[in-house]
T-cell receptor
């Protein structure tokens, strides 16, 4: 069964460093998303991406964040200068078209020290 | 802004019991809602999707309902099993698949 895959599963980084989280969405899906879940808190929307551009973003998704689809399969989230409060589980998701079922990956646990 | 509340926050039941998880929302202008399962430290597994025009969806022992007029959705689990132990999340899509999640109900099914 097709699934969204994310790498790495866990990343530890020093505060101020750049990190790139990687995702491979389901192959025939057109919409891609990033969400995050700080420990003990709700899952929060970060950004949606369609046709090689951002379609929606939340207040959390500030200038420190960027997304890219560098090739036909990968979808990445870059955090330019990590802060302690960026520590969270980051989930990638994809959907075939807008307003249909979203499928999530297993997540990348980011720890900023 | 959509607010989503799930009650109870935690639930412990004996194996075999039928149970209902509740989710309430404030903005009825939704496209759809999804119920997810999350195991500790893991990703989100989609269980059911209900479109705005539907009232319920069923998958195996799971049944989800949607009542937009009252701002509620319920997830019914029949004949619960220890393997059902997980956190269950509801999420509403108001526009563009920007899902707004509830805080989840942590379910423990005891053998």
């Amino acid at each position: 069964e097709p699934e969204v895959t994310q790498t790495p599963s866990h990343q530890v980084t020093q505060m101020g460093q750049e990190v790139i989280l990687r995702c491979v969405p389901i192959s025939n899906h057109l919409y891609f998303y990033w969400y995050r879940q700080i420990l003990g808190q709700k899952v929060e929307f970060l950004v949606s991406f369609y046709n090689n551009e951002i379609s929606e973003k939340s207040e959390i998704f500030d200038d420190q964040f960027s997304v890219e689809r560098p090739d036909g399969s990968n979808f990445t989230l870059k955090i330019r200068s990590t802060k302690l409060e960026d520590s969270a589980m980051y989930f990638c998701a994809s959907s075939r078209v807008m307003n249909t079922e979203a499928f999530f990956g297993q997540g990348t646990r980011l720890t900023v020290v | 802004k959509q607010e989503v509340t799930q009650i109870p926050a935690a639930l412990s039941v004996p194996e075999g019991e039928n149970l209902v998880l509740n989710c309430s929302f404030t903005d009825s202008a939704i496209y759809n809602l999804q119920w997810f399962r999350q195991d500790p430290g893991k990703g989100l597994t989609s269980l059911l999707l209900i479109q705005s025009s539907q009232r319920e969806q069923t998958s195996g022992r799971l049944n989800a309902s949607l009542d937009k007029s009252s701002g509620r959705s319920t997830l019914y689990i029949a004949a619960s099993q220890p393997g059902d132990s997980a956190t269950y999340l509801c999420a509403f899509n108001n526009a563009g698949n920007m899902l707004t999640f509830g805080g989840g109900t942590r379910l423990m099914v005891k053998p």
